[in-house]
């Protein structure tokens, strides 16, 4: 089973009962250390929004969690499948299988959304999307360790306002390690699958000023947008980036990418007492969901 090592930042320690982790408790300043820019939402170029995980949040999936980067609320959940894939039986492969489905629900944004069912088919963005999360989430799971189950990761975003696709990965993430912590106290695994954590996040050029963590009035102006997704080690897993009818230089990549690294490693720290806080807690309850929709 993965340990996950004591970082500087450490303020205590929490027993280790947590299956899979052996997690402990700390606190991260993500106050920013830059000033002269008035943000729509008041924060720091390099500051994260605030970020929150609700576990259990769906009863009938086997992990799942309600997280919110700022205004932008995702359910993201995980569930077990005991089959795989059929040309995973054709070809013989060992183990088993990870896929991601992502929706918008229809009033997630100002405008209402149609729903994709009453066009037909899956629209460009939802599918890009959808297969970013699964290779993300793929990246950092030892696929054989599952054994021949499919694990379906569903990412339905509540409420959209900027960053959805770094949230489901980010709480996609949290889903899967309560799903394999569960699988793995009943038994139904014997080695724990999850290598390693993964995150995602934002980064933008606006106004000539690199910023973390975009939210919609951000994302709209930036005339540079990236979306970065790493591990734990600070390993890059995907960087996706391009100018909005504009171009940027070196030295403005390597602060978007600096600033996502260190804005990854917050998620992190949050992705790691989330997990902890599931093995706690029971059922979500509406009051909690309230109060989430509540900041």
């Known amino acids: 089973m993965p340990i996950i090592e004591k970082e500087k930042y450490l303020i205590h320690e929490l027993p280790a009962f947590h299956l899979g982790y052996t997690i402990r408790a700390c606190t991260v300043d993500t106050r920013g250390v830059q000033s002269g820019m008035t943000r729509p939402d008041g924060r720091q170029p ?161 106004n000539g000023a690199p910023l973390l963590d975009l939210n919609y009035l951000e994302d709209k102006a930036a005339a540079v947008d990236f979306n970065v997704v790493m591990t734990e080690s600070s390993e890059y897993v995907e960087i996706q980036g391009s100018g909005e009818e504009a171009v940027f230089s070196g030295a403005e990549m390597s602060s978007m990418l600096d600033l996502s690294r260190n804005g990854i490693a917050q998620l992190i720290t949050l992705q790691k007492q989330a997990i902890l806080d599931a093995e706690r807690a029971g059922p979500a309850d509406l009051a909690s969901l309230a109060a989430a929709f509540g900041q």
């Open 46 to 206: 390099d500051q994260l929004r605030n970020i929150s995980f609700i576990p259990n949040v769906a009863a009938h999936a086997t992990g799942s969690v309600l997280v919110s980067f700022g205004q932008t609320r995702v359910i993201c959940s995980a569930t077990v499948e005991d089959d795989v894939p059929r040309w995973m039986r054709a070809q013989r492969v060992e183990g088993g299988w990870l896929t991601a489905e992502y929706s918008m629900l229809p009033y997630s944004t100002l405008d209402r959304k149609p729903r994709d069912i009453s066009r037909g088919k899956l629209d460009g963005r939802s599918s890009e999307i959808q297969r970013l999360i699964g290779r993300a989430l793929r990246a950092v799971i030892d696929l054989k360790k599952i054994g021949q189950r499919t694990l379906w990761i569903d990412c339905d975003v509540l409420q959209a306002d900027g960053g959805t696709r770094t949230a489901s990965i980010t709480g996609g993430c949290v889903a899967v390690a309560i799903a394999f912590n569960r699988l793995f106290a009943e038994g139904k695994i014997r080695d724990f699958p999850l290598k390693k954590l993964v995150a995602a996040v934002s980064a933008g050029v606006v």
